[in-house]
């Protein structure tokens, strides 16, 4: 059993414009209220320690850091039950793990009950992470990818930015606990939007339900997907090992597959040491400049300028880039064709930690300071959108677990360099510490002009059997 021929309505690929854009929109919204709760509570930091009678200089980050931690696990088998069973379900199921979660945060009688409960959260919130790659390739052509991704981007991009400026201000005029009670309210709702209004987009899950639905009004036991190979008809009611494959799928294409390696290792350095800058910030400023919380939370809206200019430029460049490309190689499209301008686009981040390390260092005018971050968040996006695009061309069935393995990577990666950011400022000093990392970035920058130099070399040398 297949698709009613390639102009079938029911096909995904076929949705109507306003549909796909309505699906990409609750996941980018959604996907704005996660990355808001990873940053939310970094200026509230002070205010938690008293409340809570903290004295410990490494269980405080830690608040902020392990809600990243739960993106560790969470896309690892996440992403692959969305494969299986269905992106709607799984998204439901980990949107309301998410919400449940917020409560306990709320109410966390102390520091290691709100860690904990924060890291259940996290596991919760990579829900959207796990599925949005997998929905994009259901929904989109390779040429339209590059501006649904940018679309889908745009929640975890000012997420992270926004969170902050909300954290600071509720932390220093109300309390810090308002800060889980806000994400409550605005993740309940879209939970609950999400519910009403998303629809399943992977194909091989519907036309399963074709194939059931068909089976039983024929009475017809013989009937099978299109999607199935023949050895798959024969374990279909076999789940635990089918479950089991998927789970190792996103562990498979990390660890075989050259690409998805190079670039998660590479997104997950830039990710892990942005994390770190965005950690330290508050206190950087405030020791700087004696900036309260709800002022050096506006900072980060340099950061989200950047993130504004790189997803535009991205939007408009990726696709048109594609085209052109491919209308110089026979009209046909390939995934490394995402990725020439990234290398150039990547020498903004380690110019970015310079300019910022140092100013902040010699206590310059704080808006040249300030300034020194627009570059940062220009070139995380100007790698990052191409790279999850590239993933989506390469892998376009498996594309959420390809994703899943690069989450996974950035968010270990995340979660253990913030945790360095402190220290590295308190022995270095703010100058050198941001140094590092500017070297760091600098001598990584070829990363993504190998991978399109080479990577159709290296996918075709290195096949993945998933």
Known sequence: MGWDGQEDPD???NFKPGRKWLLIGLLA?????????????APALGYMDIDLHNNSGVLSPMVVTIFVFGFVPGPLFLAPLGEIYGRRPVLSASNVFFVAFQIGCALAPNIGALIAFRFLAGIGGSGCLAVGGGVIADLFPPQQRGLASAVYSIGPIFGPTVGP????FLSQRLSWRWIFW??????????CCNGLFFRETNPRVLMKRKVARLSKELNRSDLRSVYEQEDDANKSTRHRAILANGLKRPLKLLFTSPVVFILATYV????????????TLTAVLHDAYG???????LAYLAIGLG????????AKISDATVVRLASTNGGVIEPEMRLPTCAIIACLIPVSFFWYGWAADQKAYWLVTVIGLVPLGYGMIGVFLPAQTYLIDAFPIYSASALAAQTTTRSLFGGFLALAGPSMNSKLGIGWANSVLGFITLAFVPATALVAQYGKFLRERYPVNI
């Open 307 to 314: 993130f504004l200019c790189g997803l535009v430029t991205v």
């Open 165 to 168: 400026v909300l954290g600071g």
């Open 182 to 191: 806000l994400l409550l309210i605005a993740s309940g709702t879209m939970t």
């Open 29 to 41: 919204t959604m996907e704005f209220i996660t990355p808001l709760a990873s940053s939310m509570f």
């Open 11 to 13: 096909m995904p690929l």
């Open 268 to 279: 997950a350095l830039i990710y892990g040491l942005s994390f770190l800058v965005f950690t």
């Open 291 to 297: 900036w309260s919380p709800e002022i050096c939370g």
